[in-house]
């Protein structure tokens, strides 16, 4: 497998008020030094508690949030050394697709308008090519022609979300960043949506990088799992591997309080570990492992130096004491 994006050591900061004004500049650390890859053809899934960073990493990842340091590697050509208009060159290869999609689509055009959008922004073929592209898409996500001039509002929300993943395919995309893309939708939709999506990265060849606080989405459609927690990863496995033996105490605790996961039984999975307690400040995180408060494993080490993330096994983890 070659790589198709390579992110390393990322980070994101946003600037806060100052207290007074001759204060130095505070800041909010919200991604510390994430560093990942993804290769052809495969899906990443990004996890972790609300304010862990996963979606502002994503985000920076494609430019959408500027980035305060680090390389992101796409195709071999670093994305944050590119000026305005060649990245805009490079959105065609790169797509996202929202939420929401009662709010990302607009409720004043007609559907054919909205997923053509993008060809016509990107002057990609003439009117008629872009049509027909917009009725071979309709029909790949599974909507009807007769459904191309109707208004979003028309639509339930999977329907939105089908047009959404139109949209973004109209380009030919390689990478398809997924922000939570079925959070917003019935249990019985989201299985339609998530086989649609396997679907079409099986088809298409397309890449993922998917966003998620849900690990039983991420066990159906990842191939691969990061777990953040207060900007930085924590543990990266395969899909396999992070789910049958997880190493990270903060894993082991997600996985124990995914409702989704807690009927599975894994082999060689062991015994989760409860959380309590709140994560630190971004705005002023510790001197060590960030989990140190809430983690019932936490010695001396782990209050004065933190962890990096190695391998363990056929995991990553940033973790002083995963191996016992």
Do not use: W
């Not at 992101?72 to 939420?99: P, S, T, V, W, Y």
């Not at 999609?101 to 090519?129: C, F, H, K």
């Not at 191939?223 to 924590?234: K, N, S």
Request: aromatic share 6%.
């Amino acid at each position: 497998m070659t790589t198709l994006l390579d992110v390393r050591d990322l980070k994101v900061r946003f600037a806060l008020p100052k207290p007074s004004l001759f204060a130095p500049q505070p800041f909010l650390e919200a991604v510390r030094g994430v560093s990942f890859t993804l290769e052809r053809g495969r899906a990443l899934g990004i996890v972790g508690e609300s304010g862990s960073g996963k979606t502002t990493a994503a985000m920076s990842t494609i430019r959408l949030v500027p980035a305060a340091g680090g390389e992101i590697l796409f195709d071999g050509e670093d994305l944050l050394q590119l000026d305005d208009e060649a990245m805009r060159a490079r959105r065609r290869d790169i797509q996202l697709i929202f939420q929401d999609p009662y709010s990302s689509l607009n409720p004043r055009a007609r559907v054919v308008d909205i997923v053509r959008e993008p060809m016509d922004l990107m002057n990609i073929g003439d009117a008629d090519s872009r049509l027909a592209r917009v009725k071979e898409l309709f029909e790949l996500v599974g909507l009807r022609p007769d459904q191309l001039n109707l208004f979003p509002h028309q639509f339930s929300g999977g329907q939105r979300q089908r047009i959404s993943i139109a949209r973004a395919l109209t380009t030919n995309p390689r990478l398809l960043v997924c922000d939570e893309p079925v959070s917003a939708l019935d249990v019985a939709i989201q299985a339609q949506i998530l086989n649609l999506l396997a679907r079409l990265k099986r088809e298409l060849g397309l890449s993922y990088l998917f966003i998620s606080h849900d690990l039983g989405v991420v066990r159906h459609l990842c191939d691969d799992v990061a777990v953040m927690y207060l900007g930085q990863i924590v543990e990266q496995a395969s899909r396999e591997e992070l789910f049958d033996t997880p190493k990270h105490p903060y894993t082991q605790a997600l996985l124990a309080a995914a409702p989704s996961l807690a009927r599975r039984k894994s082999k060689g999975y062991v015994r989760p570990l409860k959380l309590s307690g709140d994560p630190p400040s971004p705005i002023n995180p510790p001197k060590g492992c960030a989990f140190v408060d809430r983690c019932p494993l936490a010695q001396d080490l782990c209050r004065q130096e933190q962890p990096v993330l190695k391998p363990n096994g056929a995991s990553q983890v940033a973790c002083h004491f995963a191996s016992e």
